[in-house]
Structure formats: structure tokens, C-alpha cells
């Protein structure tokens, strides 16, 4: 049975019916149907616009549905043409001629979209959970090691002495932002469309805030047109999404250099790595780099769903049929790479000898020699030059700064004095850093405070 099929003589072809079906991927809404249909019954009934009777006995049968359905008594009809006329057909088997009046003030455009609505409200506080259990987890492993020493980097360059738990909490702070943006997602997506009709609304005395209350919406749409063609909650989730696999691309980055030979500071556990099919020695990080190819992916989401809007005129059009595929990918490619990813991060090894050892060569100390002679007086400019002519000297030598004689550097600056290799001794430059947001002990330690809190907060 098509809803719509009163006007036509003759039925849908064969493949345009399949083409057109979306029963494929939108039963994945049930519960959010059933539930808005339940609200919108009641409401109905509270309204005098169908008998009280009429209400509860579709009200009944709905909570029937569903509890079928969880069980698995209830299997989809892949004949359907969608999740909300095969509710309504199996309603209407079961309680006869009442269901037919459960679609009463109701288009299927603003049934649609409160579904829709509601399941990326309830899928937006699941990737939420994922990312707190990452944060849990960073926060664990970063505990750990406040004065683990290792470089940082610009340019892929080593650059100054920071904390392995320095290096996890940068990566907190973009997952923090993550959970935020989807807060603020959820404002605009928390919008009841219900009631908008086709696009014109309804000439029946609906009470559009009764069914916002039963159903928990902070507001309701200011415009039926609007209310029926927005995407943009939809568009909106994605881009969200798109920053936390960024983020967790980023993250992967770090990982596989990380572990590869030439850095060998972390080592990955066996059951997060795989080998190769003919070089027996490998141990690859393909979770990681499955994990950052899946970010083109939701990116392909993000621009498919732009570019499905980007030309529709007002109101409904067929094409936003195309919101759902997109947006059910993101959001199942961003939970299971947040849960994997966790799980691997947590149970990696960290080699902090290794961690040392980098440090230890390329000068990561050199701006804590020239802050030395600024201490002592001198112009940060000169102080610059002079420790830029120490590191070429220990170039030429082949040895560290902290090798090089007192005699050495006093013959560059009288200002040198033995407590110079105090103030380049590697855990004090890191400790010396004690700036609120820097690498320092105690400055990590109000970073994971902070971050406890957050989570405590959530």
C-alpha cells in the first residue's frame, strides 16, 4: 500500500519502487517514528481533534510495535516504502480503522524530519559517550607520565623538551572542543518540525507545544516552510563529525610516526596491529591508518549532503531522501573509529628511554641557553646568536651542549658560568616552563585537574 496512491491508475514500476524505497536504510529510525507518532496520538486525542478512545488505543499499539520490534518478534518489510508507512500499515493491521487516523494533522515531510531530527539528537550524545571515553583514557595514560620527557615538533622538526602527557592533553583540548560543537549542534537540532504539514501547516487546531513537551524539544520551528526543507542540523552533525575524525586523524599521525623504527617511542599491542602477507618482521599500524583514511570518507559525506542542498528550491524535494545515507554513515564511521582508536591508544606501550634519548640530540635546549645570557642581561638578539655559534660548534664537534667546556663557552660570552648546564639539564627546561598551559609538571597536573573536571562536568 502507498500512501499516496488514490491519485494514480496505474502502480509505481518495479525498479523506480525499489529506487525509490527507503526502507533500507531508514529502519534504522523506528523507535524515533514510533515515539513521535505516540506524542503526535496523544496530542490528537488531548485536542478533541480524534476520539480520546481512538488515541489510546493507538497509543497501545505503538508500544506494541516497539516492544516487537526490540524483541524481534516484529521483522521489517523490505516491501515497504519506508519505515513510517510500514509502522503505519502494521498499526492499522493490528487496531483497524483508528490507525488510519493517526496520520490526521500530519504530513509525512514534517514526520520525516522530526525523525530524523530525533535520531541525530540521540546519536549526537552516543559519539559524546565515545569521545569521554577518550578522554578517560588519555587522561589515564597522561597521568602516568607528567615527566615522561619527549620532543616536540615544528615542521617535523624537533623543536623543545615537552612531556608525553603534554602531547596527549594537546589532543584533549581538541576533543574537549569536539564535545562542545556537538552541544552547540544540538541546540539548533533540538527544533520540533511537527506540525508543519506538507509545507503550509494544517487547518486543524493541533497544539504544537503540547507535542514539543511530550517529546522533550526545547523549541518549536517558526516556519512550516523552513521547518520541512532544513538540513542544515543534518549538515551541521556531519561537518561536527568531520572535525572529530580530523582530530583523530591527527592523533593517528602521530601514532604510526611514532612507532615506526625511526622514532620508536611507542609500540603498539599485537592485538591492535597487523603483519605483512610476505615480511615476517612487519608490524603494522593499520587500525591507525584505517582510522585516518576513514576521515575522507565522512569529509565525502559532508560535501555529498552540501551538494545535495545546494540547488533545492522551498520546500521538500525528493533529494534530501539522500540526507539519511550520509548521515547515518558519519555518525556509525565516527563511533566505531572512537572506539577502536581508544582501545589501541590505551593499550600502546610507551618508550620513554627512547622519548629521551630524542631529546637528548638536535639542541632542544638551545632557547633555554639563550634565555640563560637574556637572564643575565644581554639582548635576546645577541643571546640568539651566540647560542646559534655554540650549536655550530657542536655541530662541528659532533656533541651536545651540555658536552661543550666551560672554557667553550665562556670563549663566546663572558656571562657563562658553570650554572649554565643547570639551566640546560633537560627536565629543567621542561620544569622551568611552568606557565599556565605549558609542559611543566605542575602546569600538566592543572591541565589533567582541568580535564577532570570537564568530564566530571558532562
Known amino acids: 500500500m502507498k500512501l499516496w496512491e488514490g491519485r494514480f491508475h496505474k502502480e509505481l514500476a518495479a525498479k523506480a519502487d525499489d529506487f525509490n524505497s527507503s526502507i533500507s536504510f531508514d529502519r534504522r529510525m523506528y523507535k524515533e517514528d514510533i515515539l513521535g507518532s505516540i506524542a503526535h496520538a496523544t496530542m490528537l486525542g488531548e485536542c478533541d481533534i480524534i476520539d480520546v478512545a481512538d488515541a489510546t488505543i493507538i497509543v497501545e499499539g505503538l508500544n506494541n510495535i516497539l516492544e516487537d520490534i526490540e524483541s524481534g518478534k516484529l521483522e521489517f518489510d523490505d516491501e515497504a516504502e519506508d519505515i513510517h508507512t510500514f509502522i503505519e500499515a502494521e498499526l492499522t493491521t493490528r487496531i483497524g480503522d483508528a490507525g488510519k487516523k493517526l496520520h490526521t494533522a500530519r504530513s509525512r515531510n514534517d514526520q520525516v524530519a522530526l525523525d530524523f531530527r530525533m535520531y541525530c539528537m540521540n546519536s549526537t550524545v552516543e559519539i559524546q559517550e565515545c569521545l569521554k571515553s577518550l578522554l578517560q583514557g588519555i587522561y589515564s595514560m597522561a597521568e602516568q607520565h607528567t615527566t615522561t620527557i619527549m620532543p616536540s615538533y615544528t ?43 506538507a509545507v503550509a501547516g494544517t487547518t486543524y487546531p493541533i497544539n504544537r507545544l503540547r507535542t514539543a513537551e511530550l517529546l522533550n524539544f526545547r523549541a518549536v520551528s517558526a516556519n512550516s516552510i523552513d521547518a520541512v526543507s532544513d538540513r542544515d542540523f543534518a549538515i551541521e552533525l556531519i561537518y561536527c563529525i568531520s572535525m572529530i575524525m580530523m582530530h583523530l586523524s591527527r592523533f593517528c599521525e602521530d601514532l604510526i610516526l611514532w612507532c615506526t623504527q625511526e622514532f620508536a617511542f611507542l609500540t603498539l599491542d599485537d592485538a591492535y596491529s597487523t603483519g605483512s602477507s610476505i615480511m615476517p618482521q612487519k608490524k603494522n599500524p593499520d587500525i591507525a591508518e584505517l582510522v585516518r583514511g576513514k576521515t575522507g570518507r565522512i569529509y565525502g559525506d559532508l560535501v555529498a549532503l552540501l551538494t545535495v542542498m545546494k540547488g533545492l528550491p522551498q520546500a521538500y524535494n525528493k533529494d534530501m531522501q539522500e540526507d539519511k545515507t550520509a548521515t547515518f554513515d558519519a555518525i556509525d564511521t565516527v563511533c566505531v573509529c572512537l572506539s577502536v582508536f581508544t582501545e589501541m591508544l590505551i593499550t600502546a606501550k610507551v618508550n620513554d628511554k627512547n622519548m629521551l634519548s630524542a631529546t637528548s640530540f638536535g639542541f632542544l635546549n638551545a632557547t633555554d641557553c639563550a634565555d640563560y645570557l637574556v637572564k643575565k642581561g644581554l639582548p635576546f638578539r645577541d643571546a640568539y646568536r651566540i647560542t646559534g655559534e655554540l650549536v655550530a660548534l657542536c655541530i662541528e664537534k659532533n656533541c651536545t651542549l651540555e658536552e661543550l667546556t666551560l672554557e667553550e663557552y665562556e670563549s663566546f660570552s663572558l656571562l657563562f658560568s658553570a650554572d649554565v648546564y643547570e639551566a640546560i639539564d633537560l627536565m629543567n627546561c621542561l620544569n622551568d616552563r611552568n606557565v599556565y598551559g605549558g609542559p611543566s609538571a605542575e602546569a600538566v597536573k592543572q591541565q589533567l585537574k582541568d580535564l577532570q573536571e570537564f568530564l566530571q562536568s558532562k
Open 155 to 197: 615542521h617535523m622538526q624537533r623543536a623543545q623538551p615537552i612531556s608525553f602527557s603534554h602531547a596527549l592533553l594537546a589532543y584533549a583540548q581538541m576533543f574537549i572542543r569536539d564535545i562542545d560543537r556537538l552541544d552547540d549542534c544540538k541546540i539548533r537540532t533540538d527544533v520540533l518540525p511537527l506540525g508543519a504539514g
